[in-house]
Each structure stands twice: as C-alpha cells, then as structure tokens.
T-cell receptor, first 116, second 117 residues
Framework: DTEVTQTPKHLVMGMTNKKSLKCEQH?????MYWYKQKAKKPPELMFV???????INESVPSRFSPECPNSSLLNLHLHALQPEDSALYLC???????????????FGPGTRLLVL | AQSVTQLGSHVSVSEGALVLLRCNYS??????LFWYVQYPNQGLQLLLK??????LVKGINGFEAEFKKSETSFHLTKPSAHMSDAAEYFC???????????????FGQGTILTVHP
C-alpha cells in the first residue's frame, strides 16, 4: 500500500482566515513533504520533515506554518494568505533504503486551495 | 546543481501509436530518476524509477524508460497509446546521495500528452 491521504480536497478561505491542511500516511515512512503546485507548473518544494523534525524550509513565507505531530501526520497551518497563494497543495512521503540514499516519494491527491 | 529538461511541453499522438516523452538531466554523477503522471485535478502518481539497477525500467500501465548515461537521458515510452494515457507527465531527478538523506526532487516542466481517437 502506497497511499497518502489529504484533507480537505477543496478549501476556500478569506485572507483573514486561519485554516489547516492535513496529510496522513501509514507506510512507516519517516520523511514527509509539502509542495505547492500552480496551474500548468511542476510542484515546488515547500518543507521537508525527517523523523518529525523540520529539515528543509525553502524560504516559505511565515503565513505557512508546518507541523509534524507524529510520524504519520503532517499539517500545514495557513494564516493571512494572499490570493496568489491559491494553488494545489501536495503532500508526499518517503522512506529511504537505509544506507543507500535511495528513496521514492509517494504523493497524496492534494488540496485545492482558493484564497479570496 | 542538477536540472532536468523535458523536451516538448505538449505531445499529441493517435490512439495505438507509440508514445515518446523526452527527459534529459544534468548532473555530474548519475542521479536517481523518476517519471510521475498527473491526471486532471489529481496528485502525482509514480510511473517508474531508476535507482542504479537495470537501465531499462518497466513501470505501470505499460510504460517503460531507458537510462542512457552517454546521452544523459531517461525517455519514457509506451508502444501503444490509450485514451486513458492522456495526462501530464513529469520527469524528476534526485541526487545520488549515497546516504539516508531525504533530499530534494527536481522536476521538469512537464509534458501534456493528448491522445486522439
């Protein structure tokens, strides 16, 4: 089973709202990722968590706040977003083969966010 | 820094025809390479991957890709296109880190495949 689940599927929020995106995997993977994808573009990496610790932050604005409560869950807290933040937000997870550095990222279905 | 180039943002084929989607990478050390497919309003699904084993890699849905170090290429092919193959395809590269580092995937710009009846 290589399933990553994301909720909600769609989200509409105003610029003053606070909302959260959720991601879950039960594959025992120890790395989890957030990506942002604009229409007709490839995914752009936002954050990487490795063993529940933030290991990569791609200079993402502070209005995006990631959280990894445990090894199966990843949240993305949203506050005071701008209309240009409207996009598909993808979660992924991976587990390297120990000692080889080989790892494959498996993606969830995404949350389509619209900021009004 | 490594990069990946997908030649052709749009490819159109007839149903039953050969599908060829091109991907070239730039890296001093052969990296790990991946092809993902994205159907409209969905996430990315892994088609196949190259991780330093066999150079000809078979994936799901009848797709395969061949790693050619001399050409720094990892082109995706399918002998006979089906209407259900219409989607966007992304080639991605990850460094051959040689350790348990959770590094970055670098994606190509994507190729939209259209299949005509």
């Amino acid at each position: 089973d290589t399933e990553v689940t994301q909720t909600p599927k769609h989200l509409v929020m105003g610029m003053t709202n606070k909302k959260s995106l959720k991601c879950e995997q039960h594959m025992g993977h120890r790395a989890m990722y957030w990506y942002k994808q604009k229409a007709k573009k490839p995914p752009e990496l936002m954050f990487v968590y490795s063993y529940e610790k933030l290991s990569i932050n791609e200079s993402v604005p502070s209005r995006f706040s990631p959280e990894c409560p445990n090894s199966s869950l990843l949240n993305l807290h949203l506050h005071a977003l701008q209309p240009e933040d409207s996009a598909l937000y993808l979660c992924a997870s991976s587990q390297a083969t120990p000692g080889t550095g080989k790892e494959t990222q498996y993606f969830g279905p995404g949350t389509r966010l619209l900021v009004l | 820094a490594q990069s990946v180039t997908q030649l052709g943002s749009h490819v159109s084929v007839s149903e039953g025809a050969l599908v060829l989607l091109r991907c070239n990478y730039s890296s001093s050390v052969p990296p790990y390479l991946f092809w993902y497919v994205q159907y409209p309003n969905q996430g990315l699904q892994l088609l196949l991957k190259y991780t330093s084993a066999a150079t000809l890699v078979k994936g799901i849905n009848g797709f395969e890709a061949e790693f050619k170090k001399s050409e720094t290429s990892f082109h995706l092919t399918k002998p006979s296109a089906h209407m259900s193959d219409a989607a966007e395809y992304f080639c991605a590269v990850r460094p051959n880190a040689g350790g348990t580092s959770y590094g970055k995937l670098t994606f190509g710009q994507g190729t939209i495949l259209t299949v005509h009846p």
